[in-house]
C-alpha cells in the first residue's frame, strides 16, 4: 500500500527566511505524481507545487521548489523568502493511477 | 468558472439523525472525490467517481456512507444513523484527467458536528 510519511509536526521560520518541509513516501509503482498543497487557516486547500515522478529536474513555483529524491522516495519543499501569508498547513500527497494519498501535514508558521 | 462548491459549509446534527452534503464539481471534471479530514490530519480518501461511476469506496466508509454522482454532474454524500465519530470536515475535490492524473481542486468543506 502506498504511504506518505510527514515527519514535522509543527515548524516556524522567520519572515523573509528559508524553511524546508520533509515528506518521504513508499510506492512500488514507477509512474506517479507528488503534489504539495497549502491549507491556510479556514480556507480551502490549494495546489502549491506538483512533480512528475519521470521528470529528473526539480520543479520551481516561485518561491517554492523542490527536492525530489526518487530512489530515496523524498520530496521535500523548500520556501524562499517566506512571508507571513505562507503561515498555513502544508500536506504532501502521492497519486499513482487514481487515489490521492495525503500526509499528515506540517504546520507553518512564519514569523514577524 | 466558480469552483468547486461545496453545501452545508456547517451542520450540526443530533446522533441518529441522517445528513446529506452536496458537491458541485468544476463542470468539465471527470473526476470527483470525497475525502474525510479531522482535526490535525490529512485528508482520508472516502470515494471517487469517474464521470457517474463510483470506482472505489474507501474501507472507512461504513454501510451507513453512501455516495452518489447522478448524471456525473454534482455529487451527494449521505450518512445515515449519524456517530459521534462521524464529527470531522467533508472535502470534496475535483479534476480533469486524460490519462495521467491532474490537479485536485478542493471546495471549502463541509464541516460536521455530531451531538
Not at chain 2, 482535526?39 to 466508509?61: C, H, I
Not at chain 2, 454532474?73 to 486524460?98: H, K, N, P, W
Request: with cysteine; charged share 20%; glycine share 6%.
Amino acid at each position: 500500500a502506498q504511504t506518505v510519511t510527514q515527519s514535522q509536526p509543527e515548524m516556524s521560520v522567520q519572515e523573509a527566511e528559508t524553511v524546508t518541509l520533509s515528506c518521504t513516501y513508499d510506492t512500488s509503482e514507477n509512474n506517479y505524481y507528488l503534489f504539495w498543497y497549502k491549507q491556510p487557516p479556514s480556507r480551502q486547500m490549494i495546489l502549491v507545487i506538483r512533480q512528475e515522478a519521470y521528470k529528473q529536474q526539480n520543479a520551481t513555483e516561485n518561491r517554492f521548489s523542490v527536492n525530489f529524491q526518487k530512489a530515496a522516495k523524498s520530496f521535500s519543499l523548500k520556501i524562499s523568502d517566506s512571508q507571513l501569508g505562507d503561515t498555513a498547513m502544508y500536506f504532501c500527497a502521492f497519486v499513482g493511477t487514481y487515489k490521492y494519498i495525503f500526509g499528515t501535514g506540517t504546520r507553518l508558521k512564519v514569523l514577524a | 468558472d466558480t469552483g468547486v462548491s461545496q453545501d452545508p459549509r456547517h451542520k450540526i446534527t443530533k446522533r441518529g439523525q441522517n445528513v446529506t452534503f452536496r458537491c458541485d464539481p468544476i463542470s468539465e471534471h471527470n473526476r470527483l472525490y470525497w475525502y474525510r479530514q479531522t482535526l490535525g490530519q490529512g485528508p482520508e480518501f472516502l470515494t471517487y467517481f469517474q464521470n457517474e461511476a463510483q470506482l472505489e469506496k474507501s474501507r472507512l466508509l461504513s454501510d451507513r456512507f453512501s455516495a452518489e454522482r447522478p448524471k456525473g454532474s454534482f455529487s451527494t454524500l449521505e450518512i445515515q444513523r449519524t456517530e459521534q465519530g462521524d464529527s470531522a470536515m467533508y472535502l470534496c475535490a475535483s479534476s480533469l484527467v486524460r490519462g495521467q492524473a491532474g490537479e485536485l481542486f478542493f471546495g471549502e468543506g463541509s464541516r460536521l458536528t455530531v451531538l
